[in-house]
């Protein structure tokens, strides 16, 4: 069983940074991937960025390349999602979640059905 919390999330200007935070507890697996999706009112869960904790490997949405940096901290258990020149756009309500996989490829990644574990997420909004 693997738990996620996310932290980090708030209302700030266009143009400003934030940085997300997920905690993973519970895990003993090598071949564990954490992605962020966000879903904004009236829209559906979409993919932003991802990294497998093993290898460092990671994925992104292709309008968030450039401005967001996903990283991993695995002596601290924690994945980060720094978001830089934020836009109104990106507001959102923001969600780690964890896929235990046995072959990772971006395709993969970017689909919410292969995450088992959700955490409840964490609201951001960028104001104009």
């Known amino acids: 069983q693997v738990q996620l919390v996310e932290s980090g999330g708030g209302l700030v200007q266009a143009g400003a940074s934030l940085t997300l935070s997920c905690a993973v507890s519970?895990?003993?697996?090598?071949?564990?991937?954490i992605g962020w999706f966000r879903q904004a009112p009236g829209k559906e869960r979409e993919f932003v960025a991802a990294?497998?904790?093993?290898?460092?490997?990671?994925a992104y949405l292709d309008s968030v390349k450039g401005r967001f940096t996903i990283a991993r901290n695995n002596a601290k258990n924690t994945v980060s999602l720094q978001m830089d020149i934020l836009k109104p756009e990106d507001t959102a309500v923001y969600y780690c979640?964890?896929?235990?996989?046995?072959?990772?490829?971006?395709?993969?990644?970017?689909?919410?059905?292969?995450?088992?574990?959700w955490g409840q997420g964490t609201q951001v909004t960028v104001s104009s």
């Open positions: 979640a964890a896929d235990i996989y046995r072959f990772w490829n971006t395709v993969r990644a970017t689909s919410a059905r292969e995450y088992e574990y």
């Open positions: 519970g895990h003993t697996f090598s071949n564990l991937a």
């Open positions: 990294v497998t904790l093993s290898g460092g490997s990671t």
